[in-house]
């Protein structure tokens, strides 16, 4: 596609599940971050890789959020027994390489109840 | 990491007014972008610009990297300018680090 891609829109989720979120970078990005989003407050870093290597996963905030990109391309996500402080806009973005402009996709909503 | 603090954090303008954002961050950075989040959620693009200016339409930018800032201005503020703008930054690390944003509401 054009674009970034990330699916689902949105996703409401019960306390305990699990979940994944998906991200389709635009074709040929090397480089691929995973943001958080809280209401009224910037994107907040969680991890990167170049190609399929994580290069930084500094910004995961604990071991139940794990993001992997075997094949260089398709990034999932991963939240494992969810919480309710988990609830935000998750925001996936694409650069040609590290030093490249970076373009977001539209965003995953993940609304935990 | 590097900081990156933005300004003002909140603007009310009267449309077809023109204003300035700004954007400072503590250490050198070899990328800075601007985007604007619309009211839909979605971050655009504004401009890719680690040094120099630009311009585009109603909307220009300037970086001074050498004294660590970013302005971006806006002209002839239009209705469809509302939304929260953010500038960030990237360093040694390669990772963008984003400003806490500036919310603009333009009143017809």
């Known amino acids: 596609g054009a674009g970034v891609s990330q699916s689902p829109r949105y996703k409401v989720t019960k306390r305990g599940q699990d979940v994944a979120l998906r991200c389709d970078p635009i074709s040929g990005h090397v480089s691929l971050y995973w943001y958080r989003q809280a209401l009224g407050q910037g994107p907040e870093f969680l991890t990167y890789?170049?190609?399929?290597?994580?290069?930084?996963k500094s910004g995961l905030p604990n071991d139940r959020f794990s993001a992997e990109r075997p094949e260089g391309s398709i990034s999932t996500l991963t939240i494992q027994r969810t919480e309710q402080r988990d609830s935000a806009m998750y925001r996936c973005a694409s650069s040609l390489g590290s030093q490249g402009e970076a373009f977001f996709g539209q965003g995953t909503r993940l609304t935990v109840v | 990491g590097i900081q990156v603090e933005q300004s003002p954090p909140d603007l009310i303008l009267q449309e077809g007014a023109n204003s300035t954002l700004r954007c400072n961050f503590s250490d050198s950075v070899n990328n800075l972008q601007w985007f604007h989040q619309n009211p839909w959620g979605q971050l655009i693009n504004l401009f890719y610009i680690p040094s120099g200016t630009k311009q585009n339409g109603r909307l220009s930018a300037t970086t001074v990297a050498t004294e660590r800032y970013s302005l971006l201005y806006i002209s002839s503020s239009q209705t469809t300018d509302s939304g929260v703008y953010f500038c960030a930054v990237s360093g040694g690390s390669y990772i963008p680090t984003f400003g806490r944003g500036t919310s603009l509401i333009v009143h017809p």
């Open positions: 890789f170049n190609y399929e290597a994580q290069q930084d």
